[in-house]
């Protein structure tokens, strides 16, 4: 059986008099998992241990099986991280840049050069490789980022907020790129971010914290494929009776205001048969949505 | 140019011995470093002693040529005192190289929020400082330690090996003061780079941390009326450990050998712990 990506077994982190990781539990086997919880949570210092820069002070953390106290070293080397804040070298080509972080990671300096060019090509700064950091825009400063963070092709990639400060355009071009490399599936990543929608969009799992604590852990595939089948519907023309029609195909339902319903589509139902029945009655359907909690729903009930 | 297609694939060739890996720190730092054309002509300029000295060192036992203008062979005495003045001049050329490249080593990464970039890869602090110390080690022991061994080894070769083994004692005066040197330089450099982001200011305090030990030191040996304040006067004390290990000590020297060594020691330490306070990747909250 192989190592969970992320294991964590009642850890503990405490900062000077602080306990701010207070005893986490969790294993973490997705492609892609989302750490979400609002400021102080723990998030950065979840990623700061599991990168091997805080100790922990009870419990034990576990990266592909390596521990983060005894192998710290190890760990980083199957690792790659995007920082939040700014983390560059101003005067360093973009190229430089990239290529130092290959060498660092343990890279040939020719194989290192070339990766370099490859990982810029890949999130889009190929035109702007030769040019320093210190003039790349913010939404450049990301990318370039990106671009370290891969290009020693990490097991693990960790990305702490990815899309801080990125315009609409560049947060889709993020977005896409992490999706893309999700689906390459040749590494695991964990994006953390405020963003409840990056987290929705690019996750299988999304973990609550909460003061230093899992409040919630959601399997977001699962979450997906179960409001496939809860679906909510407006109505124009019902005389009330829609409702239960619906019911008496077998679905569980409930009207929430005249004319909106929710529902729960039954095995072997589908939404034709709403359709069908909403023509028979000659009922206008002005919405249907397939729509339970949304991440933004388990989020705030998290949050109390 | 290649046209690289626009995909990710991941990495599994060969990779490089970890032991080795914080070369690559020093390697882009050079490159960095003698980016500028005025460091360049400086650091050439700092060679014109150990070249003029090696001319001579061979004029001073070319019998044939010294004849001519009517000298003997070994008219110049090399001795402690030759290589003490020597070392004191490249000495004084190390820290003026320290003030202009040290404060460009760390003080760019810390100002840029880089650290979190190199100690996410397999590189520890310690690394980092080594590899960012190796420059200005490299730097100054080439203008230092390494010309001055080389000079006691050409002089031990034209003249004999009598000479070499009643002057061995050089060699070991110039190994210990010249590591002493490189040691208190790269801490200094590196300690002025990370706490001070002002390039000018850090380099001016580099300077400062040998000019202000010695009004410091000479301001307590007034008022005291003792000889403690030495042990505040760096350049006081590479010259007492310099001069003694050189078997060429300052008439009534109040700091012995072993003392002015110890306190460059404890002087390393501290600097140490300065870098260590700063080098940290994140602030520790609470």
Same mark, same amino acid.
């Given at each position: 059986?192989?190592?969970?990506?992320?294991?964590?077994?009642?850890?503990?982190?405490?900062?000077?008099?602080?306990?701010?990781?207070?005893?986490?539990?969790?294993?973490?086997?997705?492609?892609?998992?989302?750490?979400?919880?609002?400021?102080?949570?723990?998030?950065?210092?979840?990623?700061?241990?599991?990168?091997?820069?805080?100790?922990?002070?009870?419990?034990?953390?576990?990266?592909?099986?390596?521990?983060?106290?005894?192998?710290?070293?190890?760990?980083?080397?199957?690792?790659?991280?995007?920082?939040?804040?700014?983390?560059?070298?101003?005067?360093?080509?973009?190229?430089?840049?990239?290529?130092?972080?290959?060498?660092?990671?343990?890279?040939?300096?020719?194989?290192?050069?070339?990766?370099?060019?490859?990982?810029?090509?890949?999130?889009?700064?190929?035109?702007?490789?030769?040019?320093?950091?210190?003039?790349?825009?913010?939404?450049?400063?990301?990318?370039?980022?990106?671009?370290?963070?891969?290009?020693?092709?990490?097991?693990?990639?960790?990305?702490?907020?990815?899309?801080?400060?990125?315009?609409?355009?560049?947060?889709?071009?993020?977005?896409?790129?992490?999706?893309?490399?999700?689906?390459?599936?040749?590494?695991?990543?964990?994006?953390?971010?405020?963003?409840?929608?990056?987290?929705?969009?690019?996750?299988?799992?999304?973990?609550?914290?909460?003061?230093?604590?899992?409040?919630?852990?959601?399997?977001?595939?699962?979450?997906?494929?179960?409001?496939?089948?809860?679906?909510?519907?407006?109505?124009?023309?019902?005389?009330?009776?829609?409702?239960?029609?619906?019911?008496?195909?077998?679905?569980?339902?409930?009207?929430?205001?005249?004319?909106?319903?929710?529902?729960?589509?039954?095995?072997?139902?589908?939404?034709?048969?709403?359709?069908?029945?909403?023509?028979?009655?000659?009922?206008?359907?002005?919405?249907?949505?397939?729509?339970?909690?949304?991440?933004?729903?388990?989020?705030?009930?998290?949050?109390? | 140019?290649? &046209?690289?297609?626009? @995909?990710?694939? #991941?990495?599994?060739?060969? %990779? +490089?011995?970890?032991?080795?890996?914080? /070369? *690559?720190?020093?390697?882009?730092?050079?490159?960095?470093?003698?980016?500028?054309?005025?460091?360049?002509?400086?650091?050439?300029?700092?060679?014109?002693?150990?070249?003029?000295?090696?001319?001579?060192?061979?004029?001073?036992?070319?019998?044939?040529?010294?004849?001519?203008?009517?000298?003997?062979?070994?008219?110049?005495?090399?001795?402690?005192?030759?290589?003490? &003045?020597?070392?004191? @001049?490249?000495? #004084?050329?190390?820290?003026? %190289? +320290?003030?202009?490249?040290?404060?460009? /080593? *760390?003080?760019?990464?810390?100002?840029?929020?880089?650290?979190?970039?190199?100690?996410?890869?397999?590189?520890?602090?310690?690394?980092?400082?080594?590899?960012?110390?190796?420059?200005?080690?490299?730097?100054?022991?080439?203008?230092?330690?390494v010309p001055a061994l080389l000079l006691f080894a050409i002089q031990s070769s034209l003249m004999g090996f009598d000479w070499f083994r009643n002057n061995l004692y050089l060699a070991g005066g110039i190994l210990v003061s010249g %590591?002493?040197?490189?040691?208190?330089?790269? /801490?200094?450099?590196?300690?002025?780079?990370?706490?001070?982001?002002?390039?000018?200011?850090?380099?001016?305090?580099?300077?400062?941390?040998?000019?202000?030990?010695?009004?410091?030191?000479?301001v307590i040996n007034a008022v005291m009326r003792s000889t403690a304040g030495y042990y505040l006067d760096l350049q006081y004390l590479f010259t007492a450990l310099e001069g003694n290990m050189l078997h060429n000590p300052a008439p009534a020297e109040p700091v012995p050998a072993l003392a002015a060594a110890l306190t460059l020691l404890a002087f390393c330490g501290l600097l140490?712990?300065?870098?260590?306070?700063?080098?940290?990747?994140?602030?520790?909250?609470?």
């Open positions: 059986m192989t190592h969970p990506v992320i294991e964590l077994d009642n850890l503990r982190v405490r900062l000077g008099k602080r306990e701010i990781l207070r005893g986490l539990n969790l294993e973490l086997r997705g492609r892609t998992v989302g750490l979400l919880g609002p400021n102080g949570a723990g998030k950065s210092t979840l990623i700061n241990t599991l990168l091997g820069f805080w100790k922990p002070s009870a419990g034990t953390a576990r990266v592909f099986g390596h521990d983060v106290r005894s192998e710290a070293r190890r760990i980083r080397g199957l690792i790659g991280y995007m920082p939040e804040n700014d983390c560059f070298i101003a005067g360093m080509p973009a190229i430089t840049f990239v290529r130092m972080g290959a060498e660092l990671s343990g890279l040939p300096a020719d194989a290192a050069l070339e990766r370099a060019h490859e990982a810029l090509f890949y999130v889009g700064l190929g035109e702007a490789r030769y040019r320093k950091l210190g003039g790349f825009s913010l939404g450049m400063k990301q990318m370039a980022k990106l671009a370290q963070a891969i290009v020693h092709g990490p097991k693990l990639l960790i990305l702490d907020e990815p899309t801080n400060g990125l315009d609409p355009q560049a947060r889709v071009r993020m977005i896409r790129l992490i999706s893309e490399m999700r689906a390459l599936g040749t590494m695991h990543i964990v994006v953390c971010s405020h963003l409840l929608r990056d987290i929705e969009e690019t996750c299988e799992e999304a973990v609550i914290l909460k003061a230093g604590q899992i409040v919630h852990y959601s399997n977001l595939e699962e979450e997906r494929a179960s409001n496939r089948r809860f679906v909510e519907i407006e109505t124009e023309g019902d005389d009330g009776t829609f409702a239960e029609a619906i019911e008496l195909l077998g679905c569980a339902c409930a009207v929430t205001a005249p004319g909106k319903i929710k529902t729960v589509l039954t095995e072997g139902i589908e939404i034709r048969d709403i359709y069908r029945l909403a023509a028979d009655r000659d009922v206008q359907l002005r919405r249907l949505n397939y729509r339970r909690d949304s991440l933004e729903d388990i989020f705030l009930k998290a949050m109390g | 140019m290649a &046209v690289y297609k626009r @995909t990710y694939q #991941g990495y599994s060739g060969p %990779l +490089t011995n970890p032991m080795w890996r914080f /070369l *690559v720190l020093q390697r882009f730092a050079f490159k960095s470093v003698f980016r500028s054309r005025f460091l360049l002509v400086g650091y050439a300029l700092c060679f014109f002693f150990p070249l003029i000295a090696i001319c001579f060192f061979y004029l001073n036992q070319n019998a044939a040529l010294l004849a001519q203008v009517r000298l003997q062979a070994g008219f110049f005495r090399i001795d402690g005192r030759y290589f003490l &003045v020597f070392l004191q @001049t490249q000495g #004084g050329l190390a820290i003026l %190289l +320290t003030a202009f490249v040290g404060p460009s /080593l *760390v003080a760019p990464d810390l100002g840029n929020g880089a650290l979190p970039f190199y100690l996410s890869r397999p590189l520890s602090r310690a690394e980092y400082i080594l590899g960012k110390g190796m420059v200005l080690g490299s730097l100054i022991a080439s203008i230092t330690l %590591l002493l040197l490189m040691a208190v330089l790269i /801490l200094l450099g590196l300690a002025m780079s990370a706490w001070v982001r002002w390039r000018v200011v850090a380099g001016a305090l580099v300077l400062g941390a040998f000019v202000a030990g010695k009004g410091f030191g000479a140490l712990l300065l870098i260590n306070r700063k080098l940290r990747v994140c602030e520790v909250a609470g």
